[in-house]
T-cell receptor, first 116, second 112 residues
Framework: DAGVTQSPTHLIKTRGQQVTLRCSPKSGHDTVSWYQQALGQGPQFIFQYYEEEERQRGNFPDRFSGHQFPNYSSELNVNALLLGDSALYLC???????????????FGPGTRLTVL | SQQGEEDPQALSIQEGENATMNCSYKTSINNLQWYRQNSGRGLVHLILIRSNEREKHSGRLRVTLDTSKKSSSLLITASRAADTASYFCATALFQGAQKLVFGQGTRLTINP
């Protein structure tokens, strides 16, 4: 049983460009969350998707957007990249996450984004 | 912004010793979770403790939760070199979605 997978593993972009990161949740999971982890910091919540809708959003600008597909996979898009967007982007999934407050979240290996 | 603080920020002990990490948070929670992260890779879930629980065990791990003090601790007994990693606590409050709010982590180094 595959866990949470993310692609690509690493990515280098320049300021002003746009990037799309991808995530496939663990089998049986229908809720996907995205987190940004700057170097030396804990992860920060970007948003969570369930039933193809954004259910909750953290304190991130509109440059950060997402999408969830019918197969529960998800994309994170970041427009007009800034140097400060350089970070590890983590995807997490859980089952029926929005109906329960007691589910552990399973994290993928992350995508390391470097903005030059 | 981070939910709370983890203490200490860094901990270095000898193999075989016990390691204790503490986490404080600020708001009400449904549960608190501990994660491990090796060298900037993905997070590995260690243990989840619900707000109505006070203590939980999993192998060499023991977690306590004191909701009156808004604090939790993670104890790793008989540490091994493979336990070297960063450890994060994350609080969850279900409000239509389960958002995890992480601390800044404790960097644990086990010396052989």
């Amino acid at each position: 049983d595959a866990g949470v997978t993310q692609s690509p593993t690493h990515l280098i972009k320049t300021r002003g460009q746009q990037v799309t990161l991808r995530c496939s949740p663990k089998s049986g999971h229908d809720t996907v969350s995205w987190y940004q982890q700057a170097l030396g910091q804990g992860p920060q919540f970007i948003f969570q998707y369930y039933e193809e809708e954004e259910r909750q959003r953290g304190n991130f600008p509109d440059r950060f957007s997402g999408h969830q597909f019918p197969n529960y996979s998800s994309e994170l898009n970041v427009n007009a990249l800034l140097l400060g967007d350089s970070a590890l982007y983590l995807c997490a999934s859980c089952p029926l996450g929005w109906t329960s407050g007691y589910n552990e979240q399973f994290f993928g290996p992350g995508t390391r984004l470097t903005v030059l | 912004s981070q939910q709370g603080e983890e203490d200490p920020q860094a901990l270095s002990i000898q193999e075989g010793e016990n390691a204790t990490m503490n986490c404080s948070y600020k708001t009400s929670i449904n549960n608190l979770q501990w994660y491990r992260q090796n060298s900037g890779r993905g997070l590995v879930h260690l243990i989840l403790i619900r707000s109505n629980e006070r203590e939980k065990h999993s192998g060499r791990l023991r977690v306590t939760l004191d909701t009156s003090k808004k604090s939790s601790s993670l104890l790793i007994t008989a540490s091994r070199a493979a336990d070297t990693a960063s450890y994060f606590c994350a609080t969850a409050l279900f409000q239509g979605a389960q958002k995890l709010v992480f601390g800044q982590g404790t960097r644990l180094t086990i010396n052989p």
